[in-house]
């Protein structure tokens, strides 16, 4: 019998083999005096030496699992092909013959530190990520709750100019109004409580990791299943919307409306929608994914094509030649080119260029239905659709924004000291239109009623402009599906988007990697049903798809030329005018 193991006050140090042992790393199994502990420790620093008392030995010595095909036999070897602990007699045996194998301490270090690594991103990445978003979840529903609390005011507010027999109206649109938020308050509940439920999971699997990692039972750590893959995909991001309060000087039944209220998500716009009881809002349209590829549906080949048309391959002589030397008279001819487009229907477009016309054509049959010329003879700034399917245009040099009707002119709007560039109308049928000054100094956006002028939207919350400003500028206009005013600015190179009260809510200034690795240039602007943002970026020859909170979705290219103006129809097909080739392509981008 070995003298150093036949009793306690016997056994002697491992590493000095003089001293009586006293301690015992746990992690080496080695039995040591106090005296040789520091000894021990800068022998190996790789490892976290774990030093306990001798007399706790017994507690900390690892417990190798049992064979399962010798239950007499623990296993010391782990085969890595079968993944399974064995014992020295399944070794010996033809059953693992060939495969590889492994010391069961090392399989059980890499488990352990797998665990522990990912015990470490659940606690130190994604359980504070679900903290930040329980935050925002709460500080929302605060908002909610002042929000709804101004829109019942201004109903109130509104209901008071009024006689007291509109005063049961009233009091039904603030019970829609409460009911409207009782329902968002309960989804945004119902919502931080999944939440919460998952945050109090990956506290659970965090409190079972910990038992399982100071386990000394080997088995414990095979059984842990890998739970990282299910909390890695974080909650997505509720976007609040609520009504919008609309005073109408109409009958009694008629004296106010409220907009559609979503609960949206920032991926792929999902929407929780609410109920909505106004009879005069518009329902929310069916949710549309985008498509991996776009796909260009048809080409219209524009009258500009035919100014511009490609002239036949010719090729160099080797020897150049003088035929003849005649006198001439050169006249220089200004090409026609494509500049915007805009949807009158699902089968027609109105296009317009720098020829002082504008071009209503057949999107199935391609041809050309009607041309109006200008009533200045300059050529329009841009052009636009209103609600009732009237064409309206901008007239920079006159400083005039006109309408046509029944092929005759009209003027709408004459401004004094500014000109206007882009124009578009909105779904409550008034006129936005983006101006600048005659000095070219400032730049601003107007929305008009016929030609009563509503709301001025020039600076921010600290009186800088919003908009950039210079002579060779272009600015398109759009308004997006939740009323935010779009302005693609080619001075700043950059997406500008307000709300509707004019307050900044972001500026999208492009994407890297860009298509062709030129500067983002953009151009035409335009939305659709889903609340995207598409912009023309002229240079990459390529558009962009941004969510309504400036978010990069992605770029359609289908092989465009130049392109300029945008528009989509009620389908959300999206019409391209292409200056380099003078055509339209319609693309279909959404499922």
Known sequence: MDPRTSAQDMMQCDLCETAVIQMHCDTCFVNLCKACVGEHFSADLSKPHKIVHFKNKNKSTLIHPRCTSHEEETCKIFCTHCDVPICTICLASDQHLGHKLARILEIRDKKRDKLIKEQTELKEKIYPNYQVIATDVQNRMSQLEKEYGDLSTAITKHGEDWHREIDKHVKKLKAEVDEMKNTQL??????????????????????????????????????????LDRYTNLPRKITVTIPKFIPKKLQADQLFSLETISLKSDEHDDSMKTTQKSPEAVSSPPVKQLLDEPETVTTIHTGYTEAGSSPPVKHLLDKPETVTTIKIDIHFTLLPFLYYVACLSDEEIWTSGNDRTMKLYSINQGSLLKPITTKSGNDPTDIAVTKSGDLVYTDYHDRIVNIVKNEKIEEVIRLQNWRPKGICSTSSGDLLVIMESDDIKQTKVVCYSSSTEKQTIQFDDKGKPLYSFGRFNTYCITENRNLDICVSDSGANAIVVVNQTGKLRFRYTGHTPAPKNEPFNLRGITTDSQSHILTADYYNECVHIIDQDGQFLRYIHCALSRPWGLCTDTNDNLYVAQYGNRQVKKIKYLQ
Do not use: A, H, R
């Not at 998952?198 to 990791?209: A, F, G, H």
């Not at 910990?210 to 414990?220: A, G, N, Q, W």
């Open 186 to 227: 309960q989804t945004l509940q119902n919502y931080l409580d999944g939440i919460n439920k998952t945050m109090s999971d990956i506290k659970d699997e965090i409190n079972s990791v910990d038992s399982v990692l100071e386990s000394t039972d080997i088995s414990s750590l095979f059984s842990v299943p890998s739970t």
